[in-house]
């Protein structure tokens, strides 16, 4: 599959990735944001191969599920840092785009 066109509809790999992803950063997080309050720091999450943030269908893809779900929990919230790359230009303009328009950023 070529890069071009990995982002033109959702896979049913790419939700169920996507699902596993954020089911396991959140339960992992869960776990370290009380030791991470205990010495003043914050988490992270990192995603290097982002994409444009939703699909050319329009559903979102995992930077936008994990931002999201991050914004509904109070300590998610004031705990998390994000940090965000894709290689092609355009995936990251639309990711910050996307990013945007996400209520509460």
């Not at 071009?4 to 509809?9: A, L, M, N, V, Y």
């Not at 893809?61 to 940090?83: F, G, V």
Request: net charge neutral; glycine share 4%.
């Amino acid at each position: 599959m070529s890069g071009s066109s990995f982002f033109d509809e959702s896979k049913d790999q790419s939700l169920v990735k996507a699902e596993i992803v954020a089911k396991y950063f959140f339960a992992w997080a869960k776990v370290i944001i009380p030791q991470a309050k205990k010495r003043g720091e914050k988490i992270a999450y990192v995603d290097l191969f982002s994409g444009p943030g939703r699909y050319k269908d329009g559903s979102k893809s995992t930077p936008l599920l994990i931002l999201e779900r991050a914004i509904a929990d109070p300590d998610m919230r004031q705990m998390l840092i994000t940090i965000f790359n894709d290689k092609d230009s355009n995936n990251t303009q639309s990711l910050q785009q996307a990013i945007d328009s996400i209520p509460d950023i």
